[in-house]
């Protein structure tokens, strides 16, 4: 048995009701701006960050958006199918790009890689086409 410092229940209930210090990294003149701005309007640091910490909190949960129901297989075909449309756009600027190449430079490893992403796209497009078919 370990003998120790154990800290007694009643402790340990005190320090898990504490705050949990965080600290944050600004450049020193923004540092020194709030820290002006806080005593002027005598506020303490710590509300403001707080407060801050709380409403930006409430904007980023509240921007999100339900995930999408794909509980049905028209639902789930047509977002395959709008994931085709996605990949063909891309193909489509990646086929721009490679013939933007110079002929000189058509043998290059830009030129084949292009060709290899293009051919890659056709086969995941024709799988994807496939699979939404079924």
């Not at 990294?25 to 709380?54: N, P, T």
């Not at 043998?107 to 699979?131: H, N, P, Q, R, V």
């Given at each position: 048995?370990?003998?120790?410092?154990?800290?007694?229940?009643?402790?340990?209930?005190?320090?898990?009701?504490?705050?949990?210090q965080?600290?944050?990294?600004v450049?020193?003149?923004?540092?020194?701006?709030?820290?002006?701005?806080?005593?002027?309007?005598?506020?303490?640091?710590?509300?403001?960050?707080?407060?801050?910490?709380?409403?930006?909190?409430?904007?980023?949960?509240?921007?999100?958006?339900?995930?999408?129901?794909?509980?049905?297989k028209?639902?789930?075909?047509?977002?395959?199918?709008?994931?085709?449309?996605?990949?063909?756009?891309?193909?489509?600027?990646?086929?721009?790009?490679?013939?933007?190449?110079?002929?000189?430079?058509?043998?290059?490893?830009?030129?084949?890689?292009?060709?290899?992403?293009?051919?890659?796209?056709?086969?995941?497009?024709?799988?994807?086409?496939?699979?939404?078919?079924?």
């Amino acid at each position: 048995m370990i003998k120790g410092n154990a800290p007694t229940q009643p402790q340990q209930n005190q320090d898990s009701r504490r705050l949990k210090q965080v600290k944050v990294s600004v450049a020193a003149d923004i540092a020194s701006a709030f820290k002006g701005a806080c005593a002027v309007s005598g506020a303490s640091m710590a509300s403001e960050l707080s407060r801050f910490m709380a409403d930006y909190s409430k904007t980023g949960f509240s921007k999100r958006k339900p995930p999408p129901d794909y509980s049905t297989k028209r639902q789930r075909r047509a977002a395959i199918h709008k994931f085709v449309r996605h990949l063909e756009q891309i193909r489509d600027c990646e086929e721009q790009y490679r013939d933007r190449i110079p002929e000189n430079l058509q043998g290059a490893a830009a030129f084949d890689s292009a060709e290899e992403f293009i051919s890659s796209l056709e086969t995941a497009i024709e799988a994807l086409d496939y699979i939404a078919s079924i």
